[in-house]
């Protein structure tokens, strides 16, 4: 027994010491949170698994593929609820515990940098890069298709017709200075 704890305590050092090693030759010098990024994909498993489940435990089939129109739906939903969460003024309230506020960054929209502080800096990146959210929403979109389609696609529906209406005002803005010269 005295021999199996101690071939652990050694392997358990060695293995410490190759994550360092790794990390250290990773980040070049740089301050890289693996550790935080590797929570946030057993995070990201476990948040896929859940939704996994529960699409499993309703019983209702998957559709051999998507339809095209429900892909497309996706994608726009998942690009303006992505910046919403990520970007938006009216959220910085989700975000503000693992970010610091810098400056406006576009219409709305608000420039956050992640707080340096371990355990913080992980969870701000991801609240702050809408590519980084968008994982996270397309699966919920995704899953919430397969056990609410209607009312998913309701939302998601709302969602696009924002990307649109925000696409409009941004056009329109440019119009506007474009013939009035400012």
């Not at 698994?49 to 209702?60: M, P």
């Not at 056009?171 to 400012?182: C, H, M």
């Amino acid at each position: 027994m005295g021999t199996a704890t101690a071939t652990d305590s050694r392997l358990a050092r060695r293995l410490r010491g190759a994550l360092r090693r790794t990390r250290r030759d990773y980040a070049a010098g740089h301050d890289r949170p693996l550790g935080g990024y590797a929570a946030a994909m057993a995070g990201f498993a476990a948040y896929t698994a859940a939704w996994a489940t529960a699409v499993r435990r309703s019983g209702r089939p998957v559709p051999e593929r998507p339809e095209p129109w429900d892909v497309v739906l996706t994608s726009v939903a998942t690009f303006r609820l992505s910046r919403l969460l990520s970007k938006a003024s009216v959220t910085s309230p989700l975000r503000a515990p693992f970010t610091r506020y810098v400056g406006p960054q576009g219409p709305a929209e608000l420039h956050e940098e992640a707080q340096p502080e371990q355990g913080k800096h992980t969870v701000g990146e991801l609240a702050t890069c809408p590519f980084c959210m968008s994982v996270w929403v397309a699966s919920a979109l995704t899953a919430g298709q397969l056990l609410w389609p209607r009312a998913t696609r309701t939302a998601m529906g709302t969602l696009t017709a924002l990307a649109g209406a925000d696409t409009l005002q941004l056009a329109y803005g440019a119009l506007v200075d474009r013939t009035t010269g400012d």
